[in-house]
């Protein structure tokens, strides 16, 4: 049972927009910020989003992160088939004194 | 450009250690800027974290596997290991390191882990 809530998965059209939730309470998300990582088959975890909405150098605009409380939100616009991957937010949580991620969401491109 | 790679047996036995290595090339370890820390992936699981270390040798732990982790640094070497004891085949996972960058901003704290290695698989098996 992971301390951050996310959907197990999402699907839409080549070209289409999904967004992935993430939630979680005031010890982790609703006081600190989230960052995502993306993950292709096969290989390792990729920083897609940190400091709840900014993007590395190398990461398209076609990712997009925000937070409202205590929920974050991953969206991807334009999607690709290489998009296809597992998709974990994470962050601090000040009372556990431990990284949190979430379960992690499978994005199909149909 | 900063690399990680782990190093380390890909199978030990049940109740004893799994000892990894992270070797960091490209930059050096001796950052104030960052941690640098161990998570890992059972298979087909999400991702937990292990803990952190900054290059003075300050180190920090999950809490549910803090009494089994120590977590060392090599600053002549540019490296740093991690030691689990006690294993089981619940241990059993793919070991990633990762490049932590951790700091206050507005009151919020800001975690997060940008440079990955590729992993090693550790199965824990007789």
């Known amino acids: 049972q992971s301390v951050l809530t996310q959907p197990p998965s999402v699907s839409a059209a080549p070209g289409q927009k999904v967004t992935i939730s993430c939630s979680g309470s005031s010890s982790n998300i609703g006081n600190n910020y989230v960052s995502w990582y993306q993950q292709l088959p096969g290989t390792a975890p990729k920083l897609l989003i940190y400091e709840n909405d900014k993007r590395p150098s190398g990461i398209p605009d076609r990712f997009s992160g925000s937070k409202s409380g205590t929920s974050a939100t991953l969206g991807i616009t334009g999607l690709q088939t290489g998009d296809e991957a597992d998709y974990y937010c994470?962050?601090?949580?000040?009372?556990?004194?431990?990284?949190?991620f979430g379960g992690g969401t499978k994005v199909t491109v149909l | 450009q900063l690399q990680l790679q782990e190093s380390g047996p890909g199978l030990v036995r049940p109740s004893e250690t799994l000892s990894l290595t992270c070797t960091v090339s490209?930059?050096?370890?001796?950052?104030?800027?960052?941690?640098w820390g161990w998570i890992r992936q059972p298979p087909g699981k999400g991702l937990e974290w292990i803990g952190s270390?900054?290059?003075?040798?300050?180190?920090y732990y999950n809490p549910s596997l803090k009494s089994r982790v120590t977590i060392s640094v090599d600053t002549s070497k540019n490296q740093f290991s991690l030691k689990l004891n006690s294993v089981t085949a619940a241990d059993t996972a793919i070991y990633y390191c990762a490049r932590r960058r951790y700091y206050k901003l507005m009151g919020a704290t800001s975690d997060a882990f940008d440079i990955w290695g590729q992993g090693t698989m550790v199965t824990v098996s007789s």
């Open positions: 270390i900054y290059y003075t040798g300050n180190s």
């Open positions: 994470g962050t601090w949580d000040g009372r556990l004194s431990d990284v949190v």
């Open positions: 490209g930059d050096s370890i001796r950052s104030s800027a960052y941690y």
